[in-house]
């Protein structure tokens, strides 16, 4: 202070000296405050998708970013579906090896031994046919014949009515090696083997 402030000057200097500390004390809080509200932005995470979100994000960004999470979240889910309604009945991905189709229906053989029957994207019916992969079906008529790693050739009954297909069993034929193709032909049935020989 200077020498010559007599009282009042030293109440006005210590006076202006305390109201610029506590300026100087309100404007550091103001730093500590945003910068705390900016870590914690920064550290919350995203209740959906686990991300951290942006520090910038104000209330309706927040909203935004939860609804595009959510709708993701549901797009993935009806995408888990799908994949779980083309596999076999427990949800089960199986390789396809085969194929047949007559007029409106698709026959297909899997991998884990099911045939499975569409009409258009519909799953009309499941049928555990074989034991081991199934390499070929063919429907010839109400017939449908299917062969595979089990060495043995099925053969069912396809019925159709309103509330969709029928399969009866009629019968099996034992093969003495894994069968990989069948043709229904003018009456015969043509067998493909692994042993690189056809049988009819």
């Not at 309100?26 to 910068?35: G, L």
């Not at 797009?75 to 994949?83: F, G, L, P, Q």
């Not at 026959?107 to 009409?119: A, P, S, T």
Request: hydrophobic share 35%; with cysteine.
């Amino acid at each position: 202070m200077k020498p010559n402030l007599n009282n009042d000057g030293v109440r006005a200097h210590l006076l202006n000296c305390e109201t610029e500390r506590k300026k100087h004390k309100d404007e550091n809080h103001e730093i500590k405050v945003a910068a705390d509200t900016k870590t914690e932005s920064i550290k919350r995470k995203c209740e959906i998708c686990k991300k951290p979100m942006k520090a910038d994000l104000n209330g309706d960004g927040v909203r935004g970013h939860l609804l595009k999470c959510e709708n993701e979240r549901k797009k993935h889910e009806a995408e888990m579906r799908e994949i779980k309604y083309w596999g076999d009945k427990l949800g089960n991905i199986a390789s396809v090896l085969s194929l047949s189709a007559d007029h409106n229906l698709l026959f297909v053989g899997h991998e884990n031994g099911n045939i499975k029957i569409w009409h258009n994207d519909v799953l009309l019916k499941s049928i555990e046919s074989h034991k081991g992969a199934i390499f070929s079906v063919n429907k010839n008529g109400k017939w449908l014949f299917s062969g595979g790693w089990d060495k043995t050739i099925n053969v069912q009954e396809i019925s159709e009515d309103v509330d969709g297909v029928d399969v009866t069993a009629v019968g099996s034929i034992a093969c003495n090696s894994t069968t990989t193709a069948l043709l229904y032909w003018h009456g015969k049935l043509f067998v493909g083997q692994a042993d690189r020989i056809i049988k009819v």
